[in-house]
């Protein structure tokens, strides 16, 4: 068991790029969510996925952000057009299924100039 | 909505002696679990300890326990023993019966330990 993995660790783009972030879950875990955190605050839910299939999203989501898990394993969240104010640490957890206690990866670093 | 409240933003304690930290919640559910998360400065969220709001009996690992108190919506983290490598951020969390286990966290509370 390798614990949740996101890559990549940093990122740093120019306002109007898109980026692209990778999430690998716990093996069997069918839960996914990600999670938005800025500097000195507590993570804020973005989606959730369950296999496959998204079953929620924050209105944080806007339609700039876009979340997929093809297949139900890794998941990819993808921020198109930038804009500094998506600075943050973006996080991701994994759960097994029935129950409800969330594993955190390292995170990836976002810092849009 | 529900909150989560952690109205202290930073505390401290001397090695070996004991802290607790404070956490208040809001909700109409009846089901739902309480967490407490660690984050130290590399910033890998880790779990301390977990309470299902059903159980009366206070979870407890090792040198952390809790004090759940659910009619006052009070649940908070008390570290016996501390050490060193206890300095980190420490979140409490939310997560509803019906939410898909999303969680619903608090703003934090820094804790220093002082040798």
């Known amino acids: 068991d390798t614990g949740v993995s996101q890559n990549p660790r940093h990122k740093i783009t120019k306002r109007g790029q898109n980026v692209t972030f990778r999430c690998d879950p716990i093996?069997?875990?069918?839960?996914l969510y990600w999670y938005r955190q800025t500097l000195g605050q507590g993570p804020e839910f973005l989606t959730y996925f369950q296999n496959e299939a998204q079953l929620e999203k924050s209105r944080l989501l806007s339609d700039r952000f876009s979340a997929e898990r093809p297949k139900g394993s890794f998941s990819t969240l993808e921020i198109q057009r930038t804009e500094q104010g998506d600075s943050a640490m973006y996080l991701c957890?994994?759960?097994?299924?029935?129950?409800?206690?969330?594993?955190f990866g390292p995170g990836t670093r976002l810092t849009v100039l | 909505a529900q909150t989560v409240t952690q109205s202290q933003p930073e505390m401290s304690v001397q090695e070996a002696e004991t802290v607790t930290l404070s956490c208040t919640y809001d909700?109409?559910?009846?089901?739902?679990?309480l967490f407490w998360y660690k984050q130290p400065p590399s910033r890998q969220m880790i779990l301390v300890i977990r309470?299902?709001?059903?159980?009366?009996q206070n979870a407890t690992e090792n040198r952390f326990s809790v004090n759940f108190q659910k009619a006052a919506k009070s649940f908070s983290l008390k570290i016996s023993d501390s050490q060193l490598g206890d300095a980190a951020m420490y979140f409490c969390a939310w997560a509803g019966g019906t939410s898909y286990g999303k969680l619903t966290f608090g703003q934090g509370t820094i804790l220093t330990v002082h040798p």
């Open positions: 093996s069997e875990h069918n839960r």
């Open positions: 957890a994994s759960s097994p299924p029935q129950v409800d206690t969330q594993y």
């Open positions: 309470q299902e709001a059903y159980k009366q």
């Open positions: 909700t109409s559910e009846s089901d739902y679990y």
